[in-house]
Structures are given as structure tokens and as C-alpha cells.
């Protein structure tokens, strides 16, 4: 045992220890709460129907097919002229 240090400090410190170790684990545990149930969600919106999502999805579709048909005729292009 180092000098200076009694049986009595080295227990206060672990039961100091012991007391952080329990109020870090109680906040992790409301953190964790608080991230995984919020007071208030932004994804169900009233406005926000599934109709609205299939137009957006399609309109993906629609943006992605543009750009694979406009770089095939560009490449057509670029090598014929």
C-alpha cells in the first residue's frame, strides 16, 4: 500500500466511485430514453401521406431513368459527331 493511504480512504474512494458509476449509468439510461422515445416525432405528419411518398419515390424513377437515357444518347452522340 503506497504512503499516506489507509484502509478507510481506500474504501470511501471506492464506495465514491461506486456512487459515480451509479448516477452515470442512471443519466446513460435517461439519455438512452430520451433519444429512442422522443417528447414529440417529425415523421407522422398529417400532410405527410403515403400518396406523397409513392410520388416522390417516382419521381426518383422518373430522374434516374432521364440521366441513363440522356448519357447513352450523349455518348451516341459525342462518337458519331
Do not use: Q
Request: aromatic share 12%; net charge negative.
Amino acid at each position: 500500500m503506497p504512503r499516506g493511504m489507509s484502509i478507510s480512504n481506500i474504501i470511501e474512494e471506492h464506495n465514491n466511485l461506486l456512487a459515480e458509476y451509479d448516477s452515470l449509468k442512471k443519466e446513460n439510461k435517461d439519455l438512452k430514453e430520451k433519444l429512442y422515445k422522443p417528447d414529440k416525432t417529425f415523421f407522422n405528419m398529417p400532410y405527410e401521406t403515403d400518396r406523397d411518398v409513392r410520388t416522390w419515390n417516382n419521381g426518383f424513377v422518373a430522374a434516374a431513368s432521364v440521366m441513363f437515357i440522356g448519357d447513352i444518347i450523349g455518348m451516341i452522340i459525342s462518337t458519331y459527331l
